[in-house]
T-cell receptor, first 114, second 115 residues
Framework: GDSVTQMEGPVTLSEEAFLTINCTYT??????LFWYVQYPGEGLQLLLK?????DKGSNKGFEATYRKETTSFHLEKGSVQVSDSAVYFC?????????????FGSGTRLSIRP | EPEVTQTPSHQVTQMGQEVILRCVPI?????FYWYRQILGQKVEFLVS????????KSEIFDDQFSVERPDGSNFTLKIRSTKLEDSAMYFC?????????????FGEGSRLTVL
């Protein structure tokens, strides 16, 4: 079935460092891909998305590009801030096999040191 | 800004008791979901609901679980006889269309502790 694999955390960086969180997926057909973020004590919220190959999703300085050839959707940010400390979930939803749900990866906890 | 609201924020119950978790989705949304997250683990899909019936459910969503939309605003998850392993954060979510076209909007969660 469809699945998402993302790098395990926790990831600890200093403020202004470059961030990459890797995500690869397995899916039937051509899924939509998402990054969701969960700040402490809150529910998940959509950070960015891409619905077709080569699309780049971006928001709040974060970017991810839908790479069909490598089945990847890595999250990047050029300069992280303390306020980016959260858990990040890569996710997918597929038209064919998972049309009525989003499948999440296991989450990567990110901590940013001042 | 419209939001998904959930009650209670935290419930403690004894094993074997019935629990009802309540959610008010965003008013013009048509698709509703329950997910759960056991402490430190991944967010797991439980069930999706559309047009007053279940669209899809996971293996976790066994006969002990049920969902209902009793009126035009509430969406409930009932656990008939709770087990210790049901302790988790339960998230309600809603979306305007099918998920592959857009995003899910999540509530802040209901933490269930089964003793």
């Amino acid at each position: 079935g469809d699945s998402v694999t993302q790098m395990e955390g926790p990831v600890t960086l200093s403020e202004e460092a470059f961030l990459t969180i890797n995500c690869t997926y397995t899916a039937t057909g051509y899924p939509s891909l998402f990054w969701y973020v969960q700040y402490p004590g809150e529910g998940l919220q959509l950070l960015l998305k891409a619905t077709k190959a080569d699309d780049k999703g971006s928001n709040k300085g974060f970017e991810a590009t839908y790479r069909k050839e490598t089945t990847s959707f890595h999250l990047e940010k050029g300069s992280v801030q303390v306020s980016d400390s959260a858990v990040y979930f890569c996710a997918l939803s597929g038209l064919l096999s998972s049309a009525s749900k989003i499948i999440f990866g296991s989450g990567t906890r990110l901590s940013i040191r001042p | 800004e419209p939001e998904v609201t959930q009650t209670p924020s935290h419930q403690v119950t004894q094993m074997g008791q019935e629990v009802i978790l309540r959610c008010v989705p965003i008013s013009n949304h048509l698709y509703f979901y329950w997910y759960r997250q056991i402490l430190g683990q991944k967010v797991e899909f439980l069930v999706s609901f559309y047009n007053n019936e279940i669209s899809e459910k996971s293996e976790i969503f066994d006969d002990q679980f049920s969902v209902e939309r009793p009126d035009g605003s509430n969406f409930t998850l009932k656990i008939r006889s709770t087990k210790l392993e049901d302790s988790a954060m339960y998230f309600c979510a809603s979306s305007q269309g099918e998920v592959w076209t857009g995003e899910l909007f999540f509530g802040e969660g209901s933490r269930l502790t089964v003793l």
